[in-house]
């Protein structure tokens, strides 16, 4: 049996230069992942989870404060999630559609 970050559990991540936005593979239905937010940039984040399958894209209700640790949980259905935690003040759209369209 592995420890958590490997195989199944192993979490993939990246973020942009500025830190205005990152990308969280979560691999595991109801895998709990915790995110370092100072690596961020801006005060408050907006958070969801993306269906890299079907293009859907959950809000998490309410901002986040960024600068410590936050912990996320993927939701139970579906094999895999992508969790995009980003600028709450970029206001960028949903993940999975175009800016201004």
Do not use: C, N
Request: charged share 20%; glycine share 14%.
């Amino acid at each position: 049996m592995g420890s958590p970050g490997e195989g199944i559990h192993h979490v993939q991540a990246t973020r942009d230069e500025r830190g205005s936005y990152a990308m969280l593979y979560v691999p595991a239905p109801g895998q709990a992942v915790t995110v370092d937010t100072s690596k961020l940039s801006g005060k408050q984040l907006k958070a969801w989870w993306y269906d890299p399958r079907t293009g859907a894209a959950k809000e998490l209700q309410g901002d986040f404060r960024a600068g410590g640790k936050l912990e996320f949980t993927a939701p139970a259905e579906g094999p895999d999630w992508v969790l995009v935690p980003d600028d709450a003040a970029a206001a960028y759209p949903p993940p999975g559609t175009r800016a201004g369209g």
